[in-house]
């Protein structure tokens, strides 16, 4: 088993995760959230453990399925328990969640199981799984206040270690000499979906800076506008001159 170690970014954002996870309902999302993916990586192997024609590579698949799904088994459970504990306790406070500042595993971000080849499968599962990794690491690091949580994640890791393992070792098996292109396709594709969550977060945040200029600068200044073009009108009822015509009765 190789050791599975966060990465350098990560390390260096340690304060700000902490932050995160430092919240009881933020902790909760998260792990219902982290269910969800892991229930639909876990459907998505399981199409591709029905769909190889490898029998090495099935059962290496159903067993990914299967801890996909306990997984999620685990995520639910420990997020019910901090929903029950929140319910106890009446000074918690609503939450920021900051998925895209802490996310989990992606899954297969929505990938076509049943048109991609066997050796890009491998390559993505290996690039997902190590990610996947690296990140339940620097989350089970910060959670010394949560033994609970901890305990969750030191179990998943020990699954998310395993696949990375054995999806590069079948995928350097089913191709010998080129499974280098596969891997780095499967970065780069990641790398692009890592760019378009960032940009649709950045989108976020800016439109919400659009809006509050507007109606904490521009508003204001139609506001007053509006003002002084009433005190040019004179006050009460007053009857507007019409010019006289000859082509209709008023």
């Known amino acids: 088993m190789s050791l599975v170690q966060a990465t350098w970014m990560d390390r260096l954002l340690r304060p700000v995760h902490r932050w995160v996870w430092l919240s009881a309902e933020r902790r909760a999302s998260k792990l219902f959230r982290f269910a969800e993916t892991e229930a639909d990586g876990g459907r998505d192997i399981s ?3 029905e769909l190889t024609g490898d029998p090495l590579l099935r059962r290496l698949y159903l067993r990914h399925a299967q801890d996909e799904q306990r997984h999620c088994e685990l995520f639910k459970q420990r997020g019910r328990s901090i929903l029950e504990e929140m319910r106890l306790d009446p000074k918690r406070k609503k939450k920021f969640e ?3 500042l802490s996310p989990g595993e992606r899954g297969l971000d929505d990938l076509r199981v049943d ?5 890009y499968l491998l390559a993505f599962l290996h690039i997902s799984e ?3 990794a690296a990140r339940f690491v620097i989350y089970r690091d910060v959670l010394q ?5 901890r305990a969750v994640f030191d179990n998943v890791l020990k699954d998310e270690t395993f696949h990375m393992n054995y999806t590069y070792q079948q995928l350097v098996r089913v191709a010998p000499r080129g499974h280098g292109w596969p891997l780095w396709r499967a970065r780069l594709n990641r790398l692009w979906k890592g760019y378009l969550r960032l ?4 989108a976020a ?3 919400s800076v659009m809006l509050l200029a507007q109606y904490f600068i521009i508003l204001p200044i139609f506001a007053v506008l509006a003002k002084r073009a009433a005190r040019r009108d004179p006050p009460g009822w ?8 000859l082509r209709g009765q008023y």
């Open 115 to 119: 048109s991609e080849r066997e050796d």
């Open 130 to 132: 190590k990610a996947a």
């Open 47 to 49: 199409r591709a453990a």
């Open 98 to 100: 900051l998925n895209w």
């Open 145 to 149: 206040r949560d033994p609970q949580t």
């Open 199 to 202: 940009a649709v977060a950045l």
């Open 205 to 207: 945040v800016l439109g």
């Open 238 to 245: 007053f009857e507007r001159n019409r010019p006289a015509t």
